[in-house]
């Protein structure tokens, strides 16, 4: 069974940095794709960036490029999101998920989350 551990949340001033980690723990890291999602309140789930499983492709949100940057170590189960250059529109509850399709089977994990404040 997959968990996933997010943290490095926390409360930052616009213009800070934070940078996020998830760690995972099951089998088979390196043949999941990794995504961060956010939710701010009374908003829906957003995806935020998004890393192929051996991270030759990454994708972004048009509101985070250019300040947001997902990377993943194989080597620790683990994917971050360095995140700069932060806005108050950027809070939310972060979100860390691992999906792959086996054939015609498909898995999603979500870790629990881990709160981003921007505010000064």
């Known amino acids: 069974q997959v968990q996933l551990v997010e943290s490095g949340g926390g409360l930052v001033q616009p213009g800070g940095s934070l940078r996020l980690s998830c760690a995972f723990s099951?089998?088979?890291?390196?043949?999941?794709?990794m995504s961060w999602y956010r939710q701010a309140p009374g908003k829906e789930r957003e995806m935020v960036a998004t890393i192929t499983n051996f991270g030759g492709s990454v994708t972004y949100i048009d509101s985070v490029k250019g300040r947001f940057t997902i990377s993943r170590d194989n080597g620790k189960n683990t994917v971050y999101l360095q995140m700069n250059m932060l806005k108050p529109e950027d809070t939310a509850v972060y979100y860390c998920?691992?999906?792959?399709?086996?054939?015609?089977?498909?898995?999603?994990?979500w870790g629990q989350g881990t709160q981003v404040t921007v505010s000064s």
């Open positions: 099951g089998f088979a890291f390196s043949t999941y794709a």
């Open positions: 998920k691992a999906a792959r399709t086996v054939g015609s089977m498909r898995n999603n994990y």
